[in-house]
Structure formats: C-alpha cells, structure tokens
C-alpha cells in the first residue's frame, strides 16, 4: 500500500496497539509453545484429529489463555475442570494446561531473546515525539516480560494485559471490554483514537469497542479476513505510516 494514501496516526488522541504479532513477533514463539503443549496432550489422552497450525489461529490467537485452552479442547470434544490460574502445571484443568503451555513459552522466550519489528519501533518513535499518548492492550499475561525482553517496557506506561483482565473479570477478545478498558487507562475516547491488531479476534474485539480506526497488521492471517473482522485498512507492516 503507498504511504502516502495512509492517514497520519498522530493526528488521532491515542494509539493502543496489540503486542504478539504487532510490536514484538512473539507469535511465533506462542504457536511453537502450543504446538509442542498440544501435541503432547493430544498423543497422551488419544484425541483426534491432532494439532494443526489452523487450530491455533481459530482456538488460540488473541484469547485470554485459559479461554483459548477451554475452546480448543471443546473442538475436539473433551471438557475438563477449569480449576483455578494457581494450578499446578501437571494438573489436567483447562488453567494447569495453559499453565503448562506457559512454562514451554517462558523457556523460549528467555533462551531466545525477542527483538520488536524495526517498523513498529519507528512507528512508536514518531508517535511518541509528536506526544501522541501510547498504550497496550494484551490478552497474554506475559506483556510485561515480553516488552522488557524487548526492551520497549518504558514507552508505554499504559498496558493492558491478560493479569489485569483476570484480575477485573473482563472477557476475552473478540468482546470489546479489554479495549475499552485500554482507552479508560490511556484517557482516551475510542472513536477519536487507533487500534492496532494483528489476529481476527483482535480487530473484531476493537470495532465492536468503537475505534476510529481499526488497523489489521496482516502476519499471515489474510487481509481480507482481517477485513471482513472490521479493519478499516490492512497493512503489511507498521512501517507503512512512515513517510
């Protein structure tokens, strides 16, 4: 897409953006996570069909972790206990498997390191010298080690995570609550400011919030399914915006 037929996201009140696959490619490192959990959960209790890529970008992307967890098993299914977010990680509830999944993806991350995506830094850099005010809005409870690992925890000093989200009882994307719990910690109203998503969840979870402008950041998911979500344009990379 050219430039130049973009609009100038410092002229919105703020800009709230999404953090696995938007600022930082900690997608990459979820999907491996869930893939290894789930395939050794799946052999163990012979449940079929096994884990497909497909089933992390329909069950998975975007949802609070538990509620991603609950909607996988359920499409092959199998109904566990939910338990509670302190279960052990050996314990066959829907919070120890993703408790579980966390462990592999805690060890990947810190062996590994993550870097942001260099267009979405410079984004960031120029927001943030026109003082436009910035905020994340994260269904993962990791956000706040993720944006230290990648060295970007400083510039928000607004983060919406999956802790806060458990904490207040809010739904999971594709419910509009945790954006809008974003603009209410950014002191921002919605329809004057900018949501930045990357999963079909996300984007479906900031239109119904009322942003002015839903931005789809396409990794892989599909423009037109971002689109049809409720983007109001679809982008390749963040660095677009940039003249």
């Known amino acids: 897409m050219n430039t130049r037929t973009l609009p100038d996201l410092t002229a919105y009140d703020g800009v709230l953006f999404d953090l696995d696959g938007v600022l930082t490619p900690t997608a990459e490192v ?3 996570a869930w893939q290894t959990m789930f395939t050794e959960l799946f052999t163990a209790w012979g449940i079929t069909p096994p884990y497909t890529e497909q089933d992390y970008f329909l069950h998975l ?3 609070k972790r538990y509620d991603g967890v609950a909607s996988l098993l359920r ?4 109904e566990v206990p939910w338990g509670d977010p302190s ?3 050996a314990l066959d509830t829907v919070c120890g498997i993703g408790n579980r999944k966390n462990l592999v993806f805690e060890r990947v991350l810190r062996s590994e390191g993550i870097a942001p995506y260099p267009g979405s830094l410079r984004l960031l850099e120029k927001l943030q010298a026109a003082g436009t005010p910035v905020g994340v809005v994260s269904s993962s409870k990791n956000a706040r080690e993720v944006l230290t690992v990648a060295g970007l925890i400083d510039r928000f000093p607004v983060i919406m995570d999956g802790v806060i989200a458990e904490r207040e009882h809010l739904p999971s994307k594709p419910a509009p609550d945790v954006f809008l719990a974003g603009a209410r910690m ?3 109203e919605p329809a004057r400011s900018v949501a930045v998503e990357d999963a079909h969840s996300g984007v479906q979870s900031a239109a119904a919030a009322g942003f002015g402008l839903v931005v789809g950041v396409d990794r892989g998911v599909g423009a037109q399914v971002l689109r049809d979500a409720g983007a109001d344009l679809v982008v390749d990379d963040l660095e677009e915006f940039l003249d």
């Open 186 to 188: 950014l002191g921002v």
């Open 61 to 63: 992307d975007g949802k």
């Open 75 to 78: 499409s092959r299914d199998v």
């Open 30 to 32: 979820h999907m491996h």
């Open 87 to 89: 279960d052990d990680p």
